[in-house]
């Protein structure tokens, strides 16, 4: 397909497909690619246009070694060992036996002589974040981040023989199962009604009887991928001859029109009462007397007067709504969640974080060339600078000083001149392409190179040629 | 006129007037009598349609007893003598000298000795809860506030002659300055533009450059009447011969439209996103690429899909709008804002702040009849309960615990059982006519009258003759 | 006896002891002709010497007129008429049958209808703070405060025939039971323990079995007195044939020995530290091998060492003590406990409580005559007022603007001009004396005047003559 | 000497020593021999009892490599490459010119692309907890910390030729400055006056007239080591010709007598209270009038009196310390802030943390022998743990679970059953020695296994033979 152009799981494994993307030089298109790999051979735009959102889907490739390098049981020995994993923090032990679901965490460090005495005892182990721990995995769900335009996460899950570690549940977030180890066998339904179809938030545990009948029942083997709409409950459990090790990775978590109106509306109706007299006229003197709950069952044309006032007032809310300025807001928070970028070699060459200066017999060496009008910059990724109106203010928020650990730190922003807005502004939407320093609209040369060392010392950019 | 039936200034003061409005059996009927007289001889009817909210009016009534028994300078220093006012909280000392305003507050307790140096000096006295030291300012605005639908509030200014105490400002009330004593100079400006029509804060102090010219100008004297809607710009200034004490009595603060739909519109969306699963679908995945404020500017065919899906859905909205919910989230507020009401003889007789029972020579006498099946009882107000559902049960909000002291006591409420629903609806529907215990429609005649009691304990019911 | 000079309770109620010693004029003396006349004929020397916070002492006077005037039922009933008596802030409803101790406070204000509903089912009620609603109450508390150098409290016990309203309990203050009227049967007990002899808690309730054979047991009747200890447990029921109605006056709650040194030990260790380097000093290297609960069996020479050195510090500490400045703490707190003095007509007319300036007939009236270097003056009362160091600056505490509900002002003080530190402490030393105001040893005439006048508006101070 | 028999610099290099100290199987010892080395060749013994908290010492050892592997600007540089490293966090820019002390930390993380850039332009870099990058630093300071009994810490400064980054100024901790590279000119004063010996807290900057003359000014040298105890002023600037790089190992910082006394002194005064009725008895009548500064100048036989009385009860206070107890409290702090111990290869193998079990061709291998009754265990380091009374229950708090980073994790402790705390004091008591799990004095063999599995899995004991 053209989607999967360039992209195969024959016989490449995962680095050498990293390897690969670290050469395409747009990063949405890089991003664009990774996902394509991850659901292939179904292309991309027949994915999002049909089963997105809408059903289940299962990919069974009969091949144990397409997604090799992504993560394994023994990274995931290495990391316990090596990183400090804390229970119930990083890792939960958990067990679904005769319909009772159990959390077994002690306090404190998991060592692998804690967790795999659990393993052995036939407990399920979850890591929570797992790209806090593994390159691979935060480089992928940081290139799918740009895909979804929403955080991706993962989760990932090794299970014992024979057991099960959780019981059936739906989640709030689009799930793309991928097997990784061994097998899994995994039954799916569809949301019992109409009001479960795309939740906004997870269910509890579900008995079996509370479910009806799967309309999905499989073995996953490695390699197969199996991709579940929020809403669709499901359970999973090792046959008794073989461990299973899968990874989730999710998006969409609260990403949905009616997440972004929760932002809007409010500040619509600001904007209506500060420019529409109307909605700050009065309500009535006795409107208490035939409107509120004591009154609904009243039959009084006064009440019909209300109601439609109040829809008039509504329907002219559209009018106000400051929908760039809430998608900011939705942005800001993104930003927030994203994953810092996991640079190239190439990436690292030219930016802040790979600069070659360093400190060398005796003294500072490998001094970089100061950037000049000449210096040829664009944004080291498509999405890891954003412009944001804050009332006063215009802000840069970026991504690159986030934490590889969910929200551990602050957003980052800073404030600009305006004077610099349109030279930020051309910036991002030159990119893929390099501009030079000097032509970056602003008021003065100096300003130019000062406005490109500013970003360049926050990590937002990178050189055409290292430095 | 009709409306001003049976009311007049002509040689009755106010508490004969208060006497015969406590022969009015129905409090809504007793609160726009009360408002008839205050704004006589403009009726009310018209009042509201031509005047409130849109333009100032005065009354000049050439007679200076007209608002006799209000309030007095008398009164204002024995409440100083009597009770425990404080700087800051319930009076402020101010000035306006050559265009500047000062506040001259002292820590601690306002004692007539420093006060009254004050005012010698040339400083204006604003008491600003008047409601709180004078049963009678406390009497007219919980009767007034029956008319508004919305908190009656007051404020008493004292001024020296030939001085000055506020710079020009306009308020975020609708205001009816009463002129109780001596003559005030008064100059009112329209709205200086659109966005100042019925304002939602309050303007900081202008200069008398920033205002233009007055629409109004007047001597108020005693008796006299002038109201202003919020946004209209103000000051009043003391001739050098007199000094001038007047009440404003304000109402409809965060009354608006608007402040209704600040409850009703983040109600709506939550109802909408239970229910209808086109608020719950994911958003683009690529929306942040060309919506927002750095996009703004882009010509894309996808941002115009992306404003008409916004504006479809917030149309959608009004039909998921809970309004008779919102409505009681108001009116709980509203409640929580109430004086209580000051009760008349007859009200005091039937109701439990009146019981007669008392300790007399030893022992407890006068003990009241219990409440049977055959008590007549009615609300003692009509305003002064409400039932609200309040998601998971029923409550009864009131205001006959309420403080003369502004949120000084917590909102009022109790949960009632579902089964007693319909008989506190009853009740509440029947104001103001008297129904038996017996016709109350609940279960059982023993829940009849336990509800019976725990109303007339909590001082919400009252007997139609004394128990 | 010498004590009681001018003191009697025979044929002479409260309301003229209380006339007689406003004409005394230093309001120490005040204090103790009033203790006096509680406990008469006891002479205080004699009580303060043999029975204070050593055993209970009874007084029987056959004279159930002896406290009349304090409070009674009749009042108990005018108050809960009158004023806003909270349930469960102000008043307590309880019960004591079959050894089960109950609290039966609805929420909401307490109305004589549910308060006698209550006592005639055979309920205690216990007023919390009767001196916020009985001037009474509050003028005898605030002279007994004087007395005590503590703050004085008091709750008032109304129970019905044949009932008890409380456990049997010891608390942890001074109690004077003062019988007012009816009868109540009384048993006191000893302390169950040394450690229960002056005791920092209140106890728990305690089971009859708990608390052995009663020292005393008594009838009190209207007029009669008991005095009992902190520690002392006691229980009173009333007859079949009579209601009881008391008083208990308390006072020494945290006033001990113990109570002071908690402010005055950290401070010396503070101070010590400062100016000791041997405080300042290293613990040894090793301590942590030989000291500690899990060494405490060990037989370590070091550990002897260690015990002596530690002794020999604490020791020393005596030496760093700031004991003026904890006693200063410790006054500040009794300052914000004390009520405020409940002026006698002569104070009032010659203190800016009484400042005969009033508004008449248009206009300020009765205007005060200026405070000059001629005018003599003095504090209001000996203990209204106290200069305190805080560290930076000086400051002066006092009562005057206090309230009479327990801490519902902040402390009150304000700091003053380190030249005025001699001429307060000049004008405290004087009381009860009268001195002019040119008398003040300040740095100029003006000084002088305006110390004056601010101590004046505070109400700190009175003149020898009205204004 | 004696106390530096078999450590030596030369020619062996730190990570020699390491090796060697890993041998030596009492932790104790190692911490002694370790602080042996950082001094030599002044003797341990002498350096105690002669200079520590007393007076400085320099050792100059013409030797460049004796502290060669500690740490280096090459350590520093790979520590900015590869870690974390936040601007005001972990690392400060600091420069101190013509009399002027300035920061200059932006926000954000520390690359080498800015901090080289803030050095070659003259600033300073002072990391703060180089620990926490460094595990030599972190193995010396966990060792050292033992010697200490109080933590250890550590900051590494490098400072540009002929630039000075700090004001003088003293510290609270006593200074262990070591120099790793290049040169510093240090000039040290005597603490200014008595009050300024040990201080309690760091100074600020100071002026270079406030210091007087220097009691010691050197040229120090790679290898070379300067102490000072906190008090003595310092300043430290580098020569034209070099650079300079030093590490300050400090300690005692809160650890006087007076520290511990803190602890003490309230809790003694509460056992005095609960025990001596003296402490409880009420405060005199009267003591306000004649105590409390007011009337500190007075003259009366009373303040002697009250004077006496506190000294009596003070002197007694002595008597009810829980000087135990009290150190618990201290050692509770010094176990928090611990650094975990860093484990040598052969604690590693013997421990929960090194346990061989691990994934392995698709399932768990090399799982650990169980403990069992014949197994021979002992405590990982004589402090790692530590028996605590808290109160109620008894609680083992410990290093283990620390983290390199200071406080970064809560205080570790679990509480034990009484009946183990024998068990669990007896391992303590038995260190270095091994001793069998079927030694411990328990109540039943289950429990003695239970129990050093329980301490073995917190990482607090080691096994003599791996699992």
Same mark, same amino acid.
């Given at each position: 397909t053209e989607e999967g152009a360039g992209v195969s799981g024959d016989g490449e494994d995962l680095s050498d497909l990293l390897t690969d993307l670290s050469q395409v030089h747009n990063s949405r298109e890089r991003a664009s690619r990774l996902f394509q790999w991850l659901i292939?051979?179904?292309?991309?735009?027949?994915?999002?246009?049909?089963?997105?959102?809408?059903?289940?889907?299962?990919?069974?490739?009969?091949?144990?070694?397409?997604?090799?390098?992504?993560?394994?049981?023994?990274?995931?020995?290495?990391?316990?060992?090596?990183?400090?994993?804390?229970?119930?923090?990083?890792?939960?032990?958990?067990?679904?036996? =005769?319909?009772?679901?159990?959390?077994? =965490?002690?306090?404190?460090?998991?060592?692998?002589?804690?967790?795999?005495?659990?393993?052995?005892?036939?407990? &399920?182990?979850?890591?929570?974040?797992?790209?806090?721990?593994?390159?691979?995995?935060?480089n992928v769900l940081s290139i799918l981040q740009e895909q979804f335009g929403s955080m991706a996460g993962a989760?990932?899950?090794?299970?014992?023989?024979?057991?099960?570690?959780?019981?059936?549940?739906?989640?709030?977030?689009?799930?793309?199962?991928?097997?990784?180890?061994?097998?899994?066998?995994?039954?799916?339904? =569809?949301?019992?009604?109409?009001?479960?179809?795309?939740?906004v938030f997870s269910s509890p545990n579900f008995d079996q009887a509370d479910i009806g009948k799967p309309i999905l029942e499989v073995v996953l083997e490695a390699g197969d991928l199996l991709y579940f709409p929020r809403g669709f409950i499901h359970q999973g459990d090792c046959l008794p001859d073989a461990h299973s090790l899968h990874i989730t990775i999710s998006s969409f978590q609260k990403n949905s029109w009616g997440d972004l109106l929760q932002k809007l509306v409010p500040a619509a109706l600001e904007v209506a009462m500060e420019e529409d007299v109307e909605f700050r006229q009065g309500l009535p003197l006795d409107y208490l007397t035939y409107m509120g709950v004591q009154n609904s069952d009243k039959n009084d044309p006064r009440r019909t007067k209300f109601?439609?006032?109040?829809?008039?007032?509504?329907?002219?809310?559209?009018?106000?709504?400051?929908?760039?300025?809430?998608?900011?807001?939705?942005?800001?928070?993104?930003?927030?969640?994203?994953?810092?970028?996991?640079?190239?070699?190439?990436?690292?060459?030219?930016?802040?974080?790979?600069?070659?200066?360093?400190?060398?017999?005796?003294?500072?060496t490998d001094v970089c060339a100061q950037i000049t009008e000449q210096t040829r910059v664009r944004l080291l990724r498509a999405g890891c600078a954003r412009l944001c109106s804050d009332g006063d203010g215009v802000l840069v928020y970026?991504?690159?000083? =986030? &934490?590889?650990?969910?929200?551990?730190?602050?957003?980052?922003?800073?404030?600009?001149e305006t004077e610099h807005t349109d030279a930020v502004e051309f910036l991002i939407h030159s990119y893929p392409k390099f501009v030079t320093v000097g032509s970056l609209p602003c008021d003065s040369e100096e300003d130019k190179v000062l406005l490109a060392e500013?970003?360049?010392?926050?990590?937002?950019?990178?050189?055409?040629?290292?430095?």
């Open positions: 292939s051979p179904v292309p991309a735009k027949t994915f999002f246009k049909e089963t997105w959102e809408k059903k289940p889907i299962l990919v069974q490739r009969k091949n144990p070694h397409y997604y090799k390098g992504l993560f394994s049981t023994a990274e995931f020995d290495r990391i316990l060992r090596q990183e400090d994993v804390q229970y119930g923090v990083n890792l939960d032990v958990t067990s679904y036996v =005769n319909g009772k679901r159990e959390t077994h =965490n002690p306090p404190g460090r998991a060592l692998p002589f804690t967790v795999w005495d659990f393993y052995e005892s036939g407990c &399920s182990l979850r890591m929570l974040n797992p790209q806090a721990f593994s390159s691979t995995v935060w989760n990932v899950y090794l299970t014992p023989p024979g057991t099960q570690g959780f019981a059936p549940h739906y989640d709030d977030i689009e799930a793309f199962v991928v097997q990784l180890e061994g097998k899994k066998h995994w039954r799916v339904y =569809n949301p019992r009604t109409e009001d479960e179809v795309l939740p109601f439609s006032r109040i829809e008039s007032l509504m329907k002219k809310l559209a009018n106000f709504a400051p929908v760039d300025a809430a998608v900011d807001q939705k942005a800001r928070d993104f930003l927030h969640d994203c994953l810092p970028p996991k640079l190239t070699a190439e990436e690292l060459a030219s930016s802040v974080q790979g600069a070659p200066v360093r400190w060398e017999r005796g003294q500072v970026y991504t690159t000083d =986030n &934490s590889r650990v969910y929200h551990k730190e602050e957003p980052k922003s800073f404030e600009i500013l970003l360049f010392k926050r990590g937002i950019i990178q050189t055409a040629e290292p430095l």
